[in-house]
């Protein structure tokens, strides 16, 4: 009887009953996510006072003199904000006696190091960055934050080594010659990422190859973790994961965590390719990401999850040295 009554009607409305019925669950696990993200990251809480705040906030103005410092054509004072906040909080840190065995801090310490001596090298002036920096630094620990020069042939031996060696030496590469990377390469290095698990074998992962220039510079004015190197680009990848594959509340991240593992095994499969790659995140507002989807004409139903731009190696080039935490730092025994 239910079934014949259910028959009758119309699909609008049954969608609708659908969503009446859901919306409970909708609201109270989207507030608890937002509440959680709200409460625990770093949006309101103060950043001074908390270590592990403090240390993202070093990290985070670190990496930029780090990625400047690797850039072929690197400006002579580039970075100025990001440098004076960088010193700003390397102060706190050490006013508030955190620890300064702390590889961030050091790495921090390491790049402001290379920052000065580059300018140094090339006679220009940064008096009030010297004069902070003495005032903190006693001395970093050797290899810990910076560039690291490469060459193609280091890489192209060790993408062919064992696991260890593979993934040691893949690296975010953002300087790249003028070759053109043919579709071909790029449609054999997804192929061995679908090869990528997903949850129930969904398979919802979707790689969009960008190559007209126009496109990509469009897109790069949207997303602004680019700057410095976008224009060396062959090709962008935009990866998304399709929500029509996906039921129930409980699922509302799944395409994130399934679009960043296919990701994942992109770059490695990039890597073994003997391309350069390097991801650039997506982490946008509503408004910019109805932007790109509108340049680039991105499906309705497929949440954008990064992108990642790729191009032919040069034969010696810079990259941040980007130091790892230790493994027994990140690691909980229960
Ligand atoms: C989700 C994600 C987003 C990223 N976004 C950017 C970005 O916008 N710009 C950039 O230059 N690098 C970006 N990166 C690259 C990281 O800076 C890089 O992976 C990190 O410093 C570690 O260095 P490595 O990849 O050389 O080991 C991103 C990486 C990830 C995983």
């Not at 010696?316 to 730092?329: G, L, M, N």
């Amino acid at each position: 009887m239910k079934q014949r009554i259910l028959k009758l009607v119309p699909l609008k409305i049954k969608t609708l009953l659908r969503f009446v019925k859901y919306l409970k669950g909708i609201i109270s696990n989207y507030f608890y996510d937002a509440f959680r993200y709200v409460i625990y990251s770093s949006i309101i809480m103060d950043k001074d006072s908390d270590e592990k705040r403090l240390e993202a906030m070093i990290i985070k103005r670190y990496h930029v003199i780090e990625k400047g410092l690797s850039f072929p054509d690197t400006r002579l004072g580039f970075g100025k904000i990001a440098i004076i906040e960088l010193l700003n909080f390397l102060e706190i840190y050490k006013k508030n006696n955190f620890n300064i065995e702390n590889l961030s801090y050091q790495s921090a310490l390491g790049s402001v190091d290379e920052y000065i001596n580059f300018h140094d090298t090339n006679r220009f002036e940064i008096e009030e960055v010297i004069k902070r920096y003495t005032n903190i630094n006693k001395k970093h620990k050797f290899n810990c934050g910076g560039t690291k020069e490469l060459t193609k042939d280091k890489i192209l031996n060790n993408s062919q080594a064992n696991f260890e060696q593979f993934s040691k030496y893949r690296f975010s590469i953002r300087d790249f010659t003028e070759e053109d990377v043919n579709i071909a390469l790029l449609t054999r290095a997804i192929n061995i990422s679908t090869k990528t698990p997903s949850a129930c074998n969904r398979q919802t992962v979707r790689v969009i190859i960008v190559k007209d220039k126009n496109l990509i510079i469009e897109a790069f004015n949207i997303q602004s973790g680019n700057r410095g190197f976008g224009h060396k680009a062959n090709k962008l990848l935009i990866i998304t994961s399709d929500l029509s594959y996906y039921n129930g509340i409980k699922e509302r991240s799944q395409s994130y965590v399934d679009g960043g593992m296919f990701a994942m095994s992109l770059l490695y499969s990039l890597h073994y390719l003997g391309l350069g790659a390097c991801t650039l995140n997506w982490a946008y507002s509503f408004k910019q990401d109805l932007k790109l989807r509108k340049i680039i004409g991105i499906e309705k139903t497929e949440n954008i999850i990064l992108m990642i731009i790729v191009g032919h190696l040069k034969n010696q080039f810079k990259v941040p040295i980007s130091s790892r935490k230790k493994v027994e730092d990140i690691i909980y025994i229960k």
